[in-house]
């Protein structure tokens, strides 16, 4: 029972209604919003309707206000007034609160997910950080958001694709090959220049003592060009086992992994450079193949093949959201680093330039983090000296604390990440509030069963007992989350989430000191129990979609 789209079709019924009778002339009628007003004196639900109808109707909003109050019915509406220039508040009847949260119990663990999404064929593309070192913390942001937002589209009703696009092509992976190269043959003594644009990780060093672990110093009889090819390949695979291990670890995975690399092996970088010459959108100049993407809305034409006949990313690019079309997504979200905000038009121009609708691609750009520790900027790992991982950073704070931290603010905020507060037990923290929540709700059950209680969900209690504002409140958000959920998907917004999680166990909180639920009256007890069940169910909810354990015991 969506209470808000009860109430405005109510509001539609009772205009039409008056415009059939000829007491407001016929004309279109706007859409009816409903806002929970400031002050519960102004009612459950209030709209601005009459005010946005007066244009069209032609008068005066209070007079729209009237004749709409007037023919007004709605079983759960108690009574309806004109406020101001012409908001309508609404007053609802108790009994709606009781239907509510029974309606609640009876969906279950599957409430609070929508239909909205209708099946939607969705691609999310995240992280994608070349594989040539350990994530940083800003991958850590890009990887908490990504899983956070595919697990609320899911809910939403959107059939999610999670994919991760493996830069396992060009100069980064040439690098790559060259540093573990001069670090093997450091290590066995040979005289070596380090690559200019080589990796200095320690991670390089690890590599390198690997290979000759295991083959010892065969690879030296090799030619160099010989020897860093197959550097490369055992780098790589290095590599992305531990980028699969990180991101697990921190509860994120993958559907797809997709390797630029096959973007050349299936001629598909060739293919969509040809699609665009064809369709007249691409020429060549100086000895270089450009696209034309001045005509799609980009500030200039861009390089696809240089003029020595390599290709740029930028033609990589091009032929990898090709193919994300050609698999059949209709919408293809990309979440991308701050600094690959000039990248965006040129790539919206390049998905047009193809013959696609470029609002199909979507980019969210992510801001940085900063973590802080006793008030104090930390720009390095006290172990490496190099800039702290990801590892490094669920190692001091766990992976609920990260992932919490990371979503709860708009990707689109720079985000000062405490340390401190992260590891804190305290209600300052909000992911240990908001999961101290829902520990308190385990031990009531758990003190139920041990007090002899039995406790049926889909029994039927006398909901009508639960008269207090801590008890009503409660329910009341509670019956918010479907459209906070539906709502939150529409403006990939996880962190919104995360906002609604945190009111709710503040909500849940102020209910545990204010009304006792074991030691009262048996009825009474039960009715508490229900509401207690309800919120657990949502929290739970809840935190799965942020990807956040809900925990039993604290």
Known sequence: MDIKELLAAAVVRAAAAAMDEGILPKAELPEVLLETPPEKSFGDYATNFAMQAARSLKANPRKIAEAVIARLEMPWLDRAQIAGPGFINFYLKQEWLYALLQEILDQGEVYGNTTAGQRQKVQVEFVSANPTGPLHV???????????????????????????????????????????????????????????????????????????????SRYLMMSPADRREVFKQIALDEKLLALREDLESFGVTFDEWFSERSLFEDDAVAAACRQLREKGHAYDKDGAFWLRSTDFGDDKDRVIIRDNGIPTYFASDIAYHDNKFRRGFETVINIWGADHHGYIPRMKAAVAALGYD?????????????????????????????????????????????????????????????????????????????????????????????????????????????????????????????????????????????????????????????????????????????????????????????????????
């Open 138 to 216: 800003g991958h850590g942001r890009g990887a908490a958001f990504g899983s956070a937002l595919a697990n609320l589209m899911q809910a939403a009703g959107y059939d999610v694709q999670k994919e991760f696009y493996i830069n396992d092509a060009g100069n980064q992976i040439d690098n790559l090959a060259a540093s573990v190269e001069a670090r093997y043959l450091e290590l066995l003594g040979q005289a070596v220049t380090f690559p200019e644009d080589g990796y200095h990780g320690k991670d390089i060093v690890e590599t390198a003592q690997r290979i000759i672990d295991n083959a010892g």
């Open 358 to 554: 470029p609002a199909r691609l979507e980019v969210l750009v992510l801001q940085m983090v900063s973590l802080y520790q006793g008030g104090e900027l930390v720009k390095m790992s006290k172990r490496t000296g190099q800039g702290v991982t990801l590892t490094e950073l669920i190692e001091e704070v766990g992976r609920d604390a990260a992932r919490y931290f990371f979503i709860m603010r708009s990707l689109d905020s720079q985000l000062d990440f405490d340390l401190d507060l992260a590891k804190s037990h305290s209600n300052d923290n909000p992911v240990y509030y908001v999961q101290y929540a829902h520990a308190r709700i385990a031990s009531i059950f758990r003190q139920m069963a041990e007090a002899g209680i039995v406790f049926d969900s889909g029994a039927k209690a006398e909901l009508c007992r639960l008269s207090t504002p801590f008890e009503q409140d409660l329910i009341r958000k509670l019956g918010d989350y479907p459209e906070e959920v539906f709502a939150a998907a529409r403006d990939r917004a996880p962190h919104r989430i995360a906002r609604f999680a945190h009111e709710l166990a503040g909500l849940f909180h102020s209910f545990y000191n204010g009304c006792r639920v074991l030691g009262v009256e048996p009825e009474l007890t039960m009715a508490r129990l229900a509401l207690v069940a309800a919120t657990q169910r949502v929290l739970k909810h809840a935190l799965s979609i942020l990807g956040v354990d809900a925990p039993e015991k604290m």
